[in-house]
């Protein structure tokens, strides 16, 4: 071979790779798409736009897909409109075709992605932890671009996840946030959702910003928002600062008399001055809860042990328990007895009373604080609600067995029981005694009261029974008695009046329904409908104290004690009594706006 031509050879064939090179980028040159790349996804309606470097030389230009011609125009701006709508989804082929004056054409041509279906997402969770990921749900058919996540939080910015997986850690704190999510796909099409999404936080489960106590917190309630150390408290029983204490108002006590301003809400009206001033009554609060859980129960199935400290004892589903409190706190639930009739509990310190059937069973707890069984009486019928009481060194029953209710005592040494009144229907609140020689006990029924005085100096003791029956058109709705003076509250649609038996009109009228009622020392505690316990100065003509609003209904009561479901409540060392009004002195000392 020539040696001058073999050295050619090289030559010829760069120049034939740079013709084909200088001609692709002449073509590339000349024309263009407006904003579409290679691999881009489109969907649905378009207007495919070409850029051309002489249109003046330009006749005609068309568009094709996969060698179909979609689109052409004879005029600029070649602005060729176009359905993805009409082609399937996946890859295709997108050419453009220009013709030029001298006879010649240039073509540029990409790949595309048609996807004509939008993505897909799943509802927003109603909740998640504080310390875990807010899942979504994302899909598409093609390729998702972008989620967004905005939330209504202040300040917070939105978030953009541009890849799997789709999920973030929760940012929003502890408690509702409106979030707003928004996915779109490569093509353009989006999907949305908001919902508002509860962040929850074991620890703070109230999101007040106090963790519980379980958790080593402070904070005393953690289902109530509104109740932590340092939170404002109000005149009910709700320990809302966590000091164990309910019922008293802190408000501005200018004067250090112990009682709120009337201004900031409590029944000062002299602020200035600490012998003037309303009365004010608080209650520690003890929750009964055990092994962490709270103890509940049904009305009718707590008792208060009638002595100076009295004591709680349940009895729910056959069991007599004896709640146990250790420094304050319930520490356990002490077995006193089974098979225990329902509502069927009396207990007088360490000495206790219940139905069994047609028996009423007495135990008392023992030296070695064991209970154990003292007697058993025969009762004739099903033993129902009963009160019992040991004082002077012997029993008094008070027990209803069927519709009739008996007195029993063992005064003489032996037992003796003897009939006191058929009530002909069942109790609705257990007997109310008043022991003594004369022991005085009420009883109640849907429809009727009595007092039935039992005599007990003989072996046959005497019995006068007193109907305290009221009027056509009301009823009884509670009974109370204190110092062998009985009271019994009569209920009317607009109001509760009550008497004390032997009394011919009403002592005090309450502008509500009554629906509980006890005595302690001179105080005559009203409880109405409305949710709110009322205290009654008896020795100042029942002058009304204080008010405790938001009060559940109270299963028993006495000596500075009543018991809600779930909690026992006792008079706290802080309440503080009215001042002592000097009558015609011409001063309101004790605020109830009479010179008394």
């Not at 409305?530 to 009304?544: A, F, K, P, S, T």
Request: a negative charge.
């Amino acid at each position: 071979m020539d040696t001058a031509i073999t050295n050619r050879v090289p030559s010829i064939r760069a120049g034939l790779l740079c013709a084909v090179l200088c001609s692709c980028s002449m073509e590339h040159d000349v024309l263009q798409f407006a904003g579409i790349h290679e691999g881009d996804y489109l969907r649905g309606p378009q207007v495919t736009t070409l850029e051309i470097s002489d249109l003046d030389t330009v006749e005609r230009a068309a568009l094709y897909i996969d060698g179909a011609r979609v689109a052409a125009d004879e005029f600029a701006p070649f602005a060729l409109a176009w359905n993805a709508g009409d082609f399937s989804e996946g890859s295709h082929r997108l050419m453009a075709r220009i013709e030029l004056a001298d006879g010649s054409a240039r073509d540029r041509a990409i790949g595309i992605e048609i996807d004509n279906t939008p993505p897909t997402l799943g509802v927003l969770p109603p909740s998640v932890a504080v310390d875990d990921y807010l899942e979504l749900d994302v899909a598409d058919n093609a390729k998702v671009a972008r989620v967004e996540i905005a939330s209504d939080v202040t300040g917070a910015s939105p978030i953009v996840l541009d890849k799997p997986p789709y999920h973030v850690s929760w940012r929003w704190g502890c408690g509702a946030v409106s979030l707003s999510v928004r996915v779109v796909d490569a093509a353009g099409s989006e999907a949305t959702r908001s919902a508002v999404v509860l962040g929850l936080d074991a620890k703070d489960q109230d999101c007040d910003s106090h963790q519980s106590i379980a958790y080593g917190g402070d904070d005393c309630d953690d289902r109530d928002a509104g109740i932590y150390p340092g939170a404002l408290e109000q005149r009910d029983l709700v320990d809302r600062n966590c000091n164990q204490i309910v019922g008293l108002l802190e408000g501005v006590d200018a004067d250090g008399d112990g009682v709120a301003s009337v201004a900031s809400g409590g029944t000062d009206c002299d602020d200035s001055d600490p012998k003037i001033h309303g009365g004010v009554v608080g209650f520690t609060d003890q929750p009964i809860i055990v092994n962490s859980q709270p103890v509940t129960w049904n009305p009718g199935e707590a008792v208060l042990s009638g002595d100076l400290n009295p004591e709680l004892f349940l009895t729910r589903a056959g069991v007599v328990e004896h709640v146990l409190f250790q420094d304050g706190r319930t520490i356990a639930l002490e077995p006193v007895a089974s098979s225990a009739n329902p509502r069927s509990l009396g207990v007088m310190g360490n000495q206790a009373a219940f139905g069994r059937g047609n028996q009423v069973v007495i135990v008392a707890r023992d030296a070695s604080q064991q209970w154990t069984q003292r007697a058993v009486l025969d009762g004739g019928a099903n033993i129902g609600q009963l009160a019992y009481d040991r004082s002077g060194g012997y029993d008094r029953l008070v027990y209803q067995a069927g519709t009739e209710v008996w007195f029993a005592s063992n005064q003489t040494g032996a037992w003796v029981q003897k009939l006191a009144v058929d009530t002909h229907e069942s109790l609705v609140q257990a007997p109310v005694t008043e022991p003594g020689y004369t022991t005085k006990v009420m009883l109640r029924t849907a429809h009727a009261a009595w007092v039935v005085s039992v005599q007990e100096l003989s072996v046959d003791p005497s019995i006068l029974v007193q109907s305290i029956g009221p009027a056509a058109d009301a009823t009884p709705s509670a009974i109370a008695t204190n110092g062998g003076d009985a009271l019994v509250a009569v209920d009317f649609l607009t109001h509760g009046d009550i008497y004390r038996v032997g009394s011919a009109p009403p002592v005090l009228t309450v502008p509500a329904h009554v629906t509980g009622m006890f005595e302690d020392g001179s105080y005559l505690y009203v409880q109405t409908e409305e949710g709110v316990l009322q205290m009654y100065d008896e020795n100042h003509g029942l002058r009304l104290v204080t008010q405790i609003f938001g009060v559940g209904a109270f299963e028993v009561a006495g000596y500075d004690t009543f018991v809600g479901t779930g909690h026992i409540y006792r008079k706290d060392y802080r309440s503080v009594m009215p001042a002592y009004d000097t009558a015609g002195d011409g001063v309101d000392s004790n605020c109830n706006g009479l010179d008394d």
